[in-house]
């Protein structure tokens, strides 16, 4: 299996409770990209995803502008690995 850049955003703010998740989905739908969204016990949602470089920043600038208004801050990191992931999801 080939490599692919891979990114892990965690956001905070008021981001559970209010649709995140689904909306992230919704975004994810516009991209190239494979992963998924899910809520943390610490109230952070956690996103994954793998695609191209230009993809995943995009896709990541994507949820962050549609979510502006229930995001504090976001922290994200950027890797290279193995691809792992099909298609988006919700856990």
């Known amino acids: 299996?080939?490599?692919?850049h891979h990114a892990k955003a965690y956001f905070s703010g008021h981001v559970?409770?209010?649709g995140f998740r689904y909306q992230t989905l919704q975004v994810a739908r516009e991209y190239e990209v494979a992963g998924w969204v899910q809520n943390l016990p610490d109230g952070?949602?956690?996103?994954e995803a793998e695609g191209r470089l230009e993809e995943l920043r995009a896709f990541v600038?994507?949820?962050q502008e549609r979510m502006a208004g229930l995001i504090r801050s976001t922290e994200v990191t950027e890797t290279r690995r193995e691809?792992?992931?099909q298609g988006f999801g919700i856990r």
């Open 44 to 47: 952070r949602v956690l996103l």
């Open 83 to 85: 691809g792992e992931f």
């Open 1 to 4: 299996m080939a490599e692919v």
């Open 16 to 18: 559970q409770g209010v």
């Open 61 to 63: 600038g994507a949820v």
